[in-house]
């Protein structure tokens, strides 16, 4: 989920050239980054089509139905609906006549199918509108050829040639002689005026299937033979496998087998009951490894690094301990947030079928090139053994990226001899999961003559910090000295990236810090934030990531939009801006209070996202980020004593809950430059905006999520 800077170097005219030749079909070589749409509902069956040219990305049928392959994993993001629509929109066909299938694991074919970092959108407009393009301009010099004009002559539109004299062809009465021609080195590309797909409304491409039943998902997957494996795993972090006796685990009607692997032991049966159960059968002695770790110990230790001097300086401008000791006031505040887990619908499950001619490997996954990588290394086998295929998943926000859960599954295939399906259970997932790591954040700001003159964020984190770009986000740029210095605290507790990694925090941090900085100098909130853009609107620094200007322009219109200086009795606003995947967002949160506590009733939300592909998708996007966000900001918790989490399952873990989702308003930003992701940038300002209506409302200022924690202490308080 952090940023990819993948380099996309390859020879699009000699690809093209050798992988429709080695096919004898019609292949479209560009590289299609993610995805499509499997079942468009078409007016016809398309299981009885005759598809001409089997290809990596497109196939044409003889009535000029198209098929879309889509490279890369499904996780919810709306990809496999966004990406077919932009070569749809570029090769002229009728989008009711684009049938998408997804695409199986393959590095030579495909590049970057990974679903992570909002990117997908972003990396693959170029190549996708290319690759539409080219296949159109193909198809109509094929059609020229057959009628001995000259191609410039003639034009395509919705699946239909047209020349001069108006004569007409169909896309698949010349896809074989396509094929065979040479690849244009230079095609026209649409002007966003001509646009006939990209910006209009399409329902998700999977919404018939999801709602009928019909099976998508991982969990959905059954193969001839196949076994279950619910896998017993080390209690508590820093804990290792002694001993254990599976005498009743193996009494269980339905366990077939009990297999150990590494710290590890595997019960197979013939469904997920027996083989839970049989879990739970067993009797196992564990040993402490080392030492057992508590939140109590964490937070004591990133306290200790915060008031150290040890840090790695990722950004400095200018001269902050000078404008600290010239400062008329300095503000310092510190805030915390906690571990949480992923808590993915669909826990974690994959399926592994390890024989002597080939690994087959199904499920859902992030990353199937580094999953596909490690499993050959783990088994010793050849990658080009691996056969990979994705299907849809229940919920990502970064826990699948890491495919733990697939190597198991191989490895158990191998040991047991037979196809095997790991199927982890929801106390599975949150006890020995991959978790956002917890982080403290220490800011302070100068002040001087009524002007922010300095600023120095510190960061201490478990296991790892902020990745390079987040430095160069605002307010980098906007005040004259500014620093960010990164330690963190090595962990035995698995942590790793969790939907918008680090900003999901960072942003309330930065963002209600803004808001007191305002208060200080008797600034409105907005008009702060405004101010300070101008700094960097002309700026020549290229290590700056966000643009001053379409920032400007997001925050002026989640103010307009929200009526940002309207004031009505009981009702609270706060806002929040922020920069991350590419995407500029801001925030107008609405809170009224109840029984003394905070009601969130409406988001506002601004976005700029360059061009929009499918807006319906680009709406839920937002409005899924910023419930997301709500709803850990208000509740999310995760602590460790001795190596284990304090939370097992949704009876005590806090999420929100329906009837605690407000309106969410969204709006976005009219250009025409290159879409960026939409998948994460919707939720950091989202706990950012929450935190300073609730100010409004309490004068309490939040520095600690989960709030509702932090306001029940409070009123704990207050009443002893």
Known sequence: MSTEQNNIRFSRRNFLRTSALASGGMLVGFNLFTACKPEAKPAVDIANLNFN????????????????????????????????????????????????????????????????????????????????????????????????????????????????????????????????????????????????????????????????????????????????????????????????????????????????????????????????????????????????????????????????????????????????????????????????????????????????????????????????????????????????????????????????????????????????KVVFSREDDMTDGIYRPAIKYRIAASIKDGKLTGYHLKEAAINSNMYDLIPNFFPAGCIPNYKVSTKSYKSDITTGAWRAPYTNFLAFAEQTFFDELAEELKKDPVELRLELLQNVKDSTDKKIEYSGERMENTIKLAAEKSNWKEQKEGVFKGFAAYYSHNTHVAEVAEIEMKDGLPVVKKITAAVDCGILINPTGAINQIQGGVLDGIGHAMYGDLSFENGKPSHKNFDTYRLIRMNETPQVDVHFVKNELSPTGLGEPGLPPAGGAVANAIYKALKNRLYKQPFVKELSSRKRKVLS
């Open 53 to 420: 040219d089997f290809n990596a990305f497109i196939k044409i049928a003889d009535n000029g139905y198209v098929t879309i392959f889509s490279p890369n994993p499904e996780i919810g993001q709306g990809v496999k609906t966004a990406m077919p629509m932009i070569i749809a929109e570029e090769l002229d066909v009728e989008w009711d006549k684009v049938h998408v299938a997804q695409a199986k694991y393959n590095k030579k074919e495909y590049k970057r199918q990974v679903a992570g970092g909002s990117q997908s959108i972003r990396f693959g407009w170029d190549a996708l509108r290319q690759t539409g393009a080219t296949t159109k301009q193909m198809l109509i010099n094929a059609a020229a050829a057959k009628w001995g004009v000259d191609a410039n002559t003639c034009k395509a539109s919705k699946g239909i040639i047209t020349n001069a004299n108006g004569d007409t062809l169909g896309y698949g009465e010349v896809v074989s002689e396509a094929a065979a021609l040479e690849v244009p080195e230079n095609v026209t590309l649409k002007k966003p005026s001509e646009y006939t797909i990209i910006g209009k409304d399409a329902l998700n491409v999977d919404l018939d299937n999801i709602v009928t039943g019909k099976p998508l998902f991982g969990l959905d997957y059954k193969a001839d033979g196949m076994v279950y494996a619910s896998v017993l795993r080390p209690p508590a972090f820093g804990q290792k496998l002694e001993s254990f006796d599976d005498a009743e685990a193996k009494k269980v009607n339905g366990v077939s087998d009990v297999i150990k692997f590494g710290d590890k032991v595997a019960v197979i049966g013939t469904n997920t009951w027996a083989a839970m159960k049989g879990k739970k059968a067993l009797k196992a002695i564990w040993s402490d490894d080392q030492n057992l770790e508590s939140t109590v110990d964490h937070n004591k230790e990133l306290i200790k690094i915060l008031d150290g001097k040890e840090f790695d300086v990722r950004r400095e401008d200018g001269n902050v301990k000078k404008a600290f000791a010239e400062a008329d006031k300095v503000l310092e505040r510190t805030y915390d947030s906690p571990f949480l887990p992923h808590n993915c619908m669909e826990p974690m499950n994959f399926y592994a079928n390890v024989t002597a001619e080939k690994i087959h490997l199904v499920g859902p996954i992030q990353t199937p090139q580094w999953t596909a990588g490690r499993v050959a290394q783990l088994l010793k086998r050849k990658e080009e053994e691996i056969d990979l295929e994705m299907t849809r998943m229940g919920g990502g926000f970064g826990r699948r990226l890491y495919g733990d859960f697939a190597l198991e599954a191989a490895e158990i295939s191998n040991l047991a001899k037979k196809p095997v």
